[in-house]
Structure formats: structure tokens, C-alpha cells
């Protein structure tokens, strides 16, 4: 059980600020995932929550009890926090179970009552059979697991875990985004996760916080924020998203960069806008209302990468695996837009308008 209050915290080094004003609830079983480029002060906020690292400004709550803000600071131990950071710092010397009984161990906790709570954390992990191997006998994957075990055999209510899959090759990655999640289903734990991968995110989180520069963007399920992104920023950052310079008229969208060519637009804006196309929406369709020759095409098995040239513009579109042998390069093709996003043409913080089909 375990709630999570950060309240208008802010952090400063020095002259750089790396937060600015965070204010959220995470609730008691949520996966939340702090997403974001670089230096968006993503371990940062981490480390504050873990207690590592006091904040500026703001207070931070555990359970509803302040533990970082004003006078008041409770150290790291005293937060009863499990936690995994990118190298996982496994001890070399010791065997599987003795790394994961150690928290148990420093804190002379019976010794019956560490071997119960080794186990149960051992099978939920699926490394029962490994209790008595050393690390080095041990893949990348099952290394991180023991670090896993470790970070969760005291029964914490908070999980912190940072970029924790970065070291392993893809498909374990692939397959630990899965184990993470089911663990966490199990132990309804409540999770803090931070990675710089949009598609860990996507793929674990019950909400993602996407974060640039310090400034929370956006939060949201998996599924507001892709497909309702406040902002370019937010957009771009997940999926793949090409932008083109328009004209909203009535009743159309007038795309210079593309020979004046047009999508159909009802929605309220007039003038100059964005208009954010995901290659996914862009179906080759002979009633299509644009065209274009297609450059290049990838042939990647499940999809065709394909670029298409409309006047000066190029756009992207993901094809559907089985047309590969029906397009040729050079050929002239019809395009039709599912949906698309537009975005007001005024710099930063772009308003989203209209997702339309
Ligand atoms: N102890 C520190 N002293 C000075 N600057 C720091 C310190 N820790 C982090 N920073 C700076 O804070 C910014 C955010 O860092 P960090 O939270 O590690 O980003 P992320 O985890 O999103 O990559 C970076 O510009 C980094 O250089
Ligand atoms: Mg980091």
C-alpha cells in the first residue's frame, strides 16, 4: 500500500533547474511511468522520491505522510522504498539467495522468516531453481531479476525503478517489460517507473508522466496521450509523426508544400496550422484525396516503410506487409489520411484541435 503526494516540488543545481513546479498523485497500485528525452530530470524526481536527493521547493508525501519539504527530511531506509536502477548492482561474491536475503539479513530478521520471504520473492521473479548460483553464472536478464527479488523482499509499497532493462538486448527487454508488469500485478505494488523508451512506456504504464525540460507535458493512460497529445512536443516524442505547414480554409486544409494539394477539414480554425500525420493513418487508397510518387520503399515483413514525394513534401507511410509485390518505385500513388492531428501554428505550446476521420 502506498500513495505517492508530490506537491509543486521543484529542484535547482546551482543556476540549472531541473524541475519545475511537479504536482501529482500516483495512487496505491498504479504503474506510472516518468517518460521523457535525456536530462528531463526524470532520475532526478526519482531519487527525490527515494529520498537521495532533497528538493528545492515542494513537499513530497508518503502515504500521506510528508517525509521531504520544509524542516522535515526522512532518509532512504526509513521510507521503506524497494528500489532498481539501471546497473544492478548484484553482489558478485555472494549467491542468489544471500543478495536477495540481504536487506532481510542487515536488519536481523529471523532466520525462518528470511527463508519464506527469499522463496516467495524467488518464484515470483521464476528463479527458485537458481537460489544457489553465483551472478556470474547467471545471463544479464536473470541478473536483473535477482536485483528484482532484492528490491522486493522487505514488502515495500513503492517500487522504484530506473531505466532497469537499458542493459539487456532487445528481446530480453521485450520479454522483462512483461515480467515487470506481472510482477507488480501480483504484488499490487505501486510502481515508479522511468525510462527514456517510449514503447516500455506504452507497453507497462497505467499512466505515463512525459516530461521535457523539468515541465510535465502531459500525463495520461497509454492512450490519451497518444492519441490526444496537447502539444508537438508530445506528439513527436511517442510513435512517429510527420508535420506539414497548412491552410485551414473552409471545409479543407491547403498544404503549399505539397502543390496547394488538400485534406477535407471541418474543424473551427482558419489560417496557418500543424498538421500532425502518423504513417500508420496514411492508407494507399486510388479514391485518396492526395498524391504523390513513391521514392522509397523498406520492405520490413510485417510492414513496408514507404516515402512518398507530394511537391516538395515527403510523407511516410506504414503499408500493411502483404502489399509488397503491388507497389514499384516510381509509381504514382493515392493517399488517404484515417486521422490526423492539428496543432495551431504559434511555437510552443500548441493547442490540439481536431482529430478527425
Ligand atoms: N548532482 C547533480 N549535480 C548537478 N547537476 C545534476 C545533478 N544530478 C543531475 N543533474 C542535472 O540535472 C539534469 C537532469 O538530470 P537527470 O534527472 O539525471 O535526467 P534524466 O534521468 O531524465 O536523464 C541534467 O541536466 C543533469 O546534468
Ligand atoms: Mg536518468
Redesign the pocket.
Known amino acids: 500500500m502506498a500513495t505517492v503526494r508530490i506537491s509543486h516540488i521543484s529542484k535547482s543545481?546551482?543556476e540549472?533547474t531541473?524541475l519545475q513546479d511537479f504536482n501529482e498523485t500516483f495512487r496505491d497500485g498504479e504503474f506510472i511511468t516518468l517518460l521523457?528525452p535525456?536530462?528531463?530530470?526524470?532520475?532526478?524526481?526519482l531519487r527525490i522520491i527515494a529520498g537521495f536527493e532533497k528538493p528545492t521547493g515542494g513537499e513530497l508525501y508518503l502515504d500521506e505522510r510528508l517525509v521531504s519539504g520544509g524542516k522535515t527530511f526522512i532518509p532512504p531506509e526509513r521510507r521503506s522504498i524497494g528500489m532498481v536502477f539501471q546497473s544492478y548492482a548484484v553482489w558478485p561474491h555472494m549467491n542468489v539467495y544471500d543478495n536477495v536475503a540481504y536487506p532481510l539479513t542487515i536488519r536481523r530478521t529471523p532466520k525462518d522468516e528470511i527463508r519464506a520471504s527469499v522463496q516467495r520473492v524467488l518464484d515470483i521473479v521464476h528463479l527458485s531453481q537458481y537460489a544457489e548460483r553465483l551472478p556470474n553464472q547467471l545471463s544479464g536478464g536473470q541478473q536483473q531479476r535477482v536485483a528484482l527479488a532484492r528490491a522486493l523482499v522487505a514488502t515495500p509499497g513503492l517500487l522504484l525503478l530506473d531505466e532497469p532493462l537499458s542493459n539487456l538486448d532487445a528481446k530480453l527487454r521485450e520479454s522483462m517489460r512483461f515480467e515487470i508488469k506481472e510482477i507488480q500485478r501480483k504484488t499490487g505494488i505501486t510502481v515508479v517507473y522511468?525510462t527514456?523508451d517510449q514503447t516500455e512506456a506504452m507497453a507497462m504504464s497505467d499512466r505515463i508522466f512525459l516530461?521535457n525540460r523539468g515541465v510535465v507535458q502531459q500525463s495520461g493512460s497509454p492512450d490519451e496521450i497518444y492519441n490526444r497529445p496537447v502539444n508537438q512536443f508530445v506528439a513527436d516524442f511517442l510513435g512517429k509523426v510527420d508535420f506539414f505547414k497548412g491552410d485551414a480554409q473552409e471545409g479543407r486544409i491547403v498544404f503549399p508544400a505539397m502543390g496547394g494539394q488538400t485534406l477535407p477539414y471541418e474543424g473551427p480554425r482558419s489560417g496557418r496550422v500543424d498538421v500532425a500525420i502518423r504513417p500508420e493513418n496514411i492508407v494507399i487508397d486510388p479514391e485518396g484525396p492526395l498524391s504523390g510518387r513513391l521514392e522509397a520503399l523498406y520492405y520490413l515483413g510485417d510492414v513496408m516503410d514507404c516515402r512518398v514525394r507530394a511537391g516538395e513534401a515527403l510523407v511516410r507511410v506504414i503499408a500493411p506487409g502483404y502489399l509488397h509485390g503491388s507497389l514499384q518505385i516510381g509509381e504514382t500513388v493515392r493517399l488517404s489520411v484515417r486521422d490526423f492531428m492539428v496543432f495551431e501554428d504559434d511555437g510552443l505550446l500548441e493547442e490540439i484541435l481536431r482529430i478527425q476521420t
Open positions: 543545481f546551482g540549472n531541473v521523457g535525456s536530462g528531463c530530470g526524470k532520475t532526478t524526481m522511468v527514456h516530461i
